[in-house]
């Protein structure tokens, strides 16, 4: 089976990313199925050299946001001489009619959306363009009840959980000191963990309030990049939080920065499911998110669900409940949380080989 992911996002430390990225590996290791790649975005040598060991094929497009006649026209001809059974897009708005539209002229009969999300930054685009998206669209798939009616209504849709390889995120004590002694915390600190992009959904604005308000222990450590780096350090500087706040971009040891933490905020505007939240959980983390975030999400019971019209209970929570984020009481009980993750359907492989059979399936009714 030949198969095209694409995604309209950078190919980077994201959601969608970790998604795509999760699952081309894990059908790229079944003989029956041929996996390639469509981005718009230059990415390391160190990645390109795994998708390659992988046999996955991948594909830089002119930048869908800049370009985007160029980047159609190059992936409808792209699709087209390649014959794919499937293409599969992966995105947060029909304006993934775009992918749909390129599919059908190049020929592709089965033509896959993935909601990732529950809202858009552009909602009048998003409007504009559904008549679009529900012509050439053929299937739908979401990461969530949530953002599969969000997109696609009343219309059917299969539900592909958000999985990881949770044995990846056990909390490990020489991961913690390693990071913690990186960042020249002393051994009382509190250390607040976030990932995610720097951007208005994310909401890292909020958490520097948060962190203005409750005393010198609590440390907050911001993973990730985006278009809102430079305000963020910038507020960072007019609070005078420089030794307090830690913007460290990407990294590619999320699971130690999350050994190290001591508890996970995710203050967002709107999500899907988030990856993030997962893998925090699967740290054994108490996490405290935004209560516009499903509470689906809260697959522990270790999440807690709080406004973000206001940073005082936020600063509550924390200071009333340090003797909550014992570090030994999350390696006692990894175990147990493990398994509450892997019961409640959030194992990568797992997911992968229902994903498989799912596209199966798509292409033999198509």
Known sequence: MNILFINTVPLDKNGISTFIMNNSFFLSKNKNYKVSLS?????????KNKLKKNEININIFPSRKKRPFNYFISLARYIKKNNFDIIYVHGNSTSMALELFAAYLGGCKVRVAHSHNTETEHPLLNKIMRPAFEMFITNRIAC????????????????????????NYAPRLENRNKIRINLGLKREDVLLGHIGGLNYQKNQEFLIDVI???DNRYKLVLIGNGQDYNKLHQKIEEYNLENRIFLIGQVENVSEYLSASDVFLMPSRYEGFPFALVEAQASGLVCLVSDTITTNTNITNNVHFTSILNTDPWANFLNKNLKNFSFDNRVRNIKIIQKMIRNAGYDSEKNGVYLSKVLEDMVLSN
Request: proline share 0%.
């Open 212 to 214: 203005k308000k409750i």
């Open 144 to 167: 969530s009840e949530e953002a599969g009616k969000w997109l696609y209504g009343n219309k059917k849709f299969f539900l592909i959980k958000n999985g990881i390889n949770v044995e």
């Open 39 to 47: 981005i718009f975005n230059e990415i390391s040598y160190e990645l």
